[in-house]
């Protein structure tokens, strides 16, 4: 639907907390990891030995999803050199999903997201599949979007709008596409009839935000009106046709699903970032001296953030102010206070009974949960799909950019993150000499020593930065360097131990700038 697919091009780079996004409350704490020494298998609770996994195994599961994309040099590529991209699942089916894409009409820019889904997969796998095409409807100059209506309406061939950079393991939508279609068509029609003012000149930070600001707003409700519809056709009671309550793409499954989102926005040097949730987006930035620097761009919506949390408090009365947030989770069950789908806490009560009476084959689908409404569910909605956007103008120290799910921060802090993939650019892990400090003992430089090549090890082992940081989040020995039989401990637990010890993990890395290092 309006877009294309470039070709694949293969290679380049990247404290265990509660489980997030689980809808139980309160949730198991994540365990670590404890093997006695000399252990050369283990035993888990299910009773199947698990034998070591040799490197070959290891590097097959870190790399089966990575990715990269080099863009042509010139203005067609915005300031962007490139990207690698990595997905590592822990649920099964995993629940992240990732896109990347290139606008092609109009002003042009490149687009990259993550998307961490929740009580599903099919919310996070809609979001991926259509809000890029929201954001190049948002961003177009409505001269544009009327060539674009014509055409569709004397059923010529349309231009596309994105050209996708996918590994040919992502995922593509299966279904639903006449829909998707018909509502993205909806979008560019209203902005035709209401926007003939937006053609004078307006500053261009301030366009691209409002945009980002309004496609994620009309692609949540549009969800939500696909859901009602869907609903409405229901006759109540009623018996589903075989299959249809476990389609993908069936449009109350979609909205009773949840997604978080963070997208990176490119253009002509100018970086936004459109940010739902708790996904992150960090930027490396090269100081003078040479050392690297972790700029957040964005902020976390939970209870950890206090303006997040006076936000939520602040748009109910004050009799609620015990119950809107509970255990740190929105109503005692969401962690994220903002979401793409999760009708649950937008709908009225009226319309959420329909669905208790007339659908529980969809609600079982999505999960035991959503068999009741939400307690103390007095003044929805609860929450909310309007992004927090952050403008950044591109400088030459600003060298790549880190979006990740909450998989990887669990894992490793920003400045880490920034460090690792900026010493993998530079290569400082082979250049840096060691100096004995005073009072170092011949144990804690043979250490030092082991340490350093097993950076180097790690480093030409993994042409690609995300796979690089996944390598260090799930193998790291606490000294910054990679414990192997730690890391293959970690990538052999069952799917169903898995989940305990760590989220899914999906990370890209933009590389910005000219290659001058």
Known sequence: MLGRTGPFSGRCRFELQQSRHSFSSPPLPRLRLHYPAGSESRKYRTGQEVEPMSLAHVNRILKANEYSHTLPRGPASHGVLGFHSNMLPSNHPSEDRRSSATCLPGRGGVLFGVFDGHAGTACAHAISQRLFYYIAVATLPLKTLAELERAVEEERAVQPLLEWHKHPQDHNCPDGGAISFQSLRNYWQERLAGEEEEEEEEEEGCRVTSALVNAFRHLDYDLSVEAQVHLSMSSPRRVSLPGEALSLSSPLRVALSGSTACIAHVSKGVLHVANLGDSRAVLGVREPNGS??????????????????????????????????????????????????????????????????????????????????????????????????????????????????????????????????????????????????????????????????????????????????????????????????????????????????????????????????
């Not at 015990?322 to 929105?330: G, N």
């Not at 790291?476 to 730690?486: I, M, S």
């Open 292 to 517: 690297w620097s972790a700029v957040s761009l964005t902020n976390d919506h939970n209870a950890q953030n206090p303006d997040e949390l006076q936000r939520i408090l602040g748009e109910h009365p004050p009799s609620e102010r015990k119950t809107v947030v509970r255990h740190d989770r929105l109503l005692g069950l969401l962690l994220p206070f903002r979401a793409f789908g999760d009708v649950r806490f937008k709908w009225s009560a009226e319309m959420l009974s329909r669905i208790y009476e007339t659908r529980q084959d969809v609600l079982s689908a999505v999960g035991e949960v959503f068999r009741t409404q939400p307690p103390h569910y007095l003044t929805p909605p609860y929450l909310s799909a309007q992004p927090e956007v952050t403008l950044h103008r591109i400088t030459p120290a600003d060298k790549f950019l880190v979006l990740a799910t909450d998989g990887l921060w669990e894992l490793m802090h920003r400045q880490t993150v920034v460090q690792l993939v900026g010493e993998q650019l530079t290569g400082l892990q082979q250049q840096r000499p060691i100096m004995p400090g005073v009072g170092m003992t011949l144990g804690s430089l043979q250490h030092l020593l082991l340490e350093r090549k097993g950076r180097v090890l790690s480093v030409l082992e993994d042409q690609n930065s995300a796979t690089h940081l996944l390598r260090h989040a799930l193998g790291d020995d606490g000294y910054g360097a990679v414990a192997p039989n730690h890391l293959a401990k970690m990538l052999s637990l069952p799917t169903e131990l898995a989940r305990r010890y760590r989220d899914d993990i999906t990370v890209t890395v933009i590389h910005l700038n000219e290659p001058d290092l």
